[in-house]
């Protein structure tokens, strides 16, 4: 069998998607050193049950990747039970154990999510709504037998998601999945999602990209034998099954690009009343470019201090240090240099992100730990930058917490 190094082990891949900051492994490996006893029972139980789980994916992982499966969401029973088979040399009674976890249900619910897709655009809109329809003829065919129509439809939809999701803003042919080519190839890796770890998607993706020179019956999966008419017996329930398992992954992955292309699209708008100093009838600046965006983004840097400060009963601007890197803004819909700063006060009893918009007016989100050890959030909205965080000057913030002005009001 051959395969393509990966920067890290599948353990340390996985374990990097599920517990991002390393809290759950501390967690467990503190539990597997409990002592004997009743009152740890419990915990020593979860703790090896967790670990053999991760055992099995690790183990298993691999093979069934190799043939073809997207399985970062099949149950582990599912995989137990393939991977026993492969054990056992049966690689057709693997394939067809996990083929049968994509059923009609999990079908309707990768195409459900095909729905929810977006890329900022009208046009994007309709045009993941004529997916879907497409994709809902894939999966009668798939139900009937018909698994040449099911694969074939599947395979087209799986390049067209890929390029509309990374299309440029600016307009041109997005990246597509099936490619070889360094400079037309998507970028599938995303350490923090299972399904588009090194070793799955980015895996997958360099496997179904292999190309068939010459005409064969092997039965193959590989987009480029059936795509060209090289390989005629391609038209099986597994692979059909494997197809919709590539795309279950591939949706997965293009939901958080489908957003972030829609930030970049909002943020690249202008605006009808630029330069003006008016108001709605809500209250809300009628200049409202980059303010979408903006919120968003303090938002999130927002909500990533306020999980790290419950802990520490203080607040740190280094603990949100890799939300505010050109590359994480920009997935946010902000072009480089983004302008957003972060602050604390001196005894770290608040916490405020900000950022001057194209429009010039400046948002601001802050935040502070009461007396129950609660965070309480404080908003701003002015024409100048805050002068100091809602601990100092909670009259700039609107005086009380929790509070959003109209400029925050998003419709």
């Keep these: 069998m051959t395969t393509v190094p990966t920067?890290?082990?599948?353990?340390?891949?996985?374990?990097?998607?599920?517990?991002?900051?390393?809290r759950?492994?501390?967690?467990?490996?503190?539990?597997?050193?409990?002592?004997?006893?009743?009152?740890?029972?419990e915990l020593r139980r979860a703790a090896a049950e967790y670990e053999a789980n991760i055992a099995l994916v690790e183990r298993y992982w691999e093979p069934l990747t190799e043939r073809g499966w997207g399985i970062a969401n099949v149950g582990l029973d599912v995989i137990r039970a393939?991977?026993?088979?492969?054990?056992?040399?049966?690689?057709?009674?693997?394939?067809?154990?996990?083929?049968?976890?994509?059923?009609?249900?999990w079908i309707v619910r990768?195409?459900?999510r095909v729905g929810i897709l977006q890329d900022g655009t009208p046009e994007g809109r309709h045009s993941f709504e004529q997916r879907?329809?497409?994709?809902?003829?894939?999966?009668?065919?798939?139900?009937?037998?018909?698994?040449?129509?099911?694969?074939?439809i599947v395979l087209s939809q799986l390049e067209g998601i890929t390029a509309q999701v990374t299309a440029p803003v600016a307009?041109?042919?997005?990246?597509?999945?099936?490619?070889?080519?360094?400079?037309?190839k998507a970028d599938v890796v995303d350490r923090s999602d299972l399904a588009s770890i090194q070793a799955s998607l980015d895996r997958l993706q360099d496997l179904y990209?292999?190309?068939?020179?010459?005409?064969?019956?092997?039965?193959?999966?590989r987009r480029h034998g059936i795509a060209h008419g090289q390989e005629v017996a391609f038209d099986t329930f597994v692979n059909s099954s494997k197809y919709w398992s590539l795309l279950d992954l591939v949706v997965q992955w293009a939901l958080p690009r489908g957003h972030e292309r829609t930030l970049k699209v909002d943020a690249s708008r202008g605006s009808a009343h630029a330069g003006s100093q008016?108001?709605?009838?809500?209250?809300?600046?009628?200049?409202?470019?980059?303010?979408?965006?903006?919120?968003?983004?303090?938002?999130?840097?927002?909500?990533?201090?306020?999980?790290?400060?419950?802990?520490?009963k203080h607040f740190d601007t280094r603990a949100t240090d890799e939300l505010i890197t050109s590359k994480a803004m920009e997935k946010r819909g902000l072009r480089a240099p983004h302008g957003v700063t972060t602050h604390t006060a001196d005894d770290r009893s608040s916490f405020w992100a900000q950022r001057q918009t194209v429009s010039g007016w400046w948002l601001a989100r802050g935040l502070t730990l009461n007396e129950l050890g609660l965070i309480d959030v404080w908003y701003y909205s002015g024409q100048t930058a805050p002068t100091g965080g809602p601990s100092l000057d909670p009259d700039q913030w609107g005086k009380h917490p929790n509070s959003a002005p109209p400029d925050w009001e998003g419709d």
């Design 82 to 105: 393939a991977g026993a088979l492969l054990d056992a040399n049966d690689t057709e009674g693997a394939d067809v154990v996990v083929a049968k976890w994509f059923d009609h249900k």
């Design 209 to 221: 990209s292999q190309g068939v020179t010459q005409a064969q019956s092997d039965g193959s999966w």
């Design 132 to 152: 879907q329809r497409l994709l809902h003829q894939a999966a009668r065919h798939h139900r009937a037998g018909e698994y040449a129509a099911s694969i074939l």
């Design 24 to 41: 759950m492994q501390r967690d467990i490996e503190v539990a597997c050193h409990l002592p004997a006893g009743a009152a740890f029972d």
């Design 278 to 312: 008016g108001l709605d009838e809500r209250g809300r600046r009628l200049d409202d470019r980059e303010f979408r965006v903006t919120r968003n983004a303090l938002y999130e840097i927002c909500s990533h201090q306020a999980s790290w400060a419950r802990r520490a």
């Design 171 to 184: 307009g041109g042919q997005g990246r597509l999945f099936f490619s070889r080519r360094a400079d037309r």
């Design 7 to 22: 920067t890290a082990s599948i353990r340390a891949q996985v374990l990097r998607a599920l517990d991002p900051d390393g």
């Design 110 to 112: 990768i195409i459900a």
